[in-house]
């Protein structure tokens, strides 16, 4: 647990925020674990175990660019590794396809296209 939950530095001095920042951090580790735990048990014949790591590198193979075209902006998906494909499948997330509209976009990942209030808090 120790290599994978990071939770230093923390630069932060009120004594709230250095718990929400661990929080964050725990949050965060206990994602990275039970993604771990569903990639081995959504594909038992694969022998290799998915480290905290491969995982976050193959999510970061996940990349569209977007062009403006006449017809409005265009979404072309960069090919992915082969365990972000079994990520989005294990998620049962559609894939975006090789070219995407904004609006299959927003259908794809369930987008809420509303603005939501935002709250502001004193420092």
């Known amino acids: 647990m120790k290599s994978t939950l990071e939770i230093r530095p923390v630069y932060h001095s009120n004594r709230e925020r250095i718990k929400g920042h661990f929080v964050v951090c725990f949050l965060a580790f206990l994602m990275e674990r039970k993604m771990e735990f569903l990639l081995k048990d959504f594909d038992s014949e694969d022998d290799h175990k998915s480290s905290p790591q ?27 590794q082969v365990l972000a494909k079994k990520i989005f499948k294990c998620l049962n997330i559609h894939m975006p ?15 809420d296209t509303k603005p939501h209030p935002v709250q502001m808090g004193i420092l």
């Open 54 to 80: 491969k995982i976050q590198e193959a999510l970061n193979t996940m990349q569209l660019a977007c062009v403006p075209t006449s017809q409005g902006e265009k979404f072309i998906k960069v090919k992915p």
């Open 97 to 111: 396809g090789n070219i995407s509209t904004k609006n299959d976009m927003i259908d794809i990942f369930q987008l």
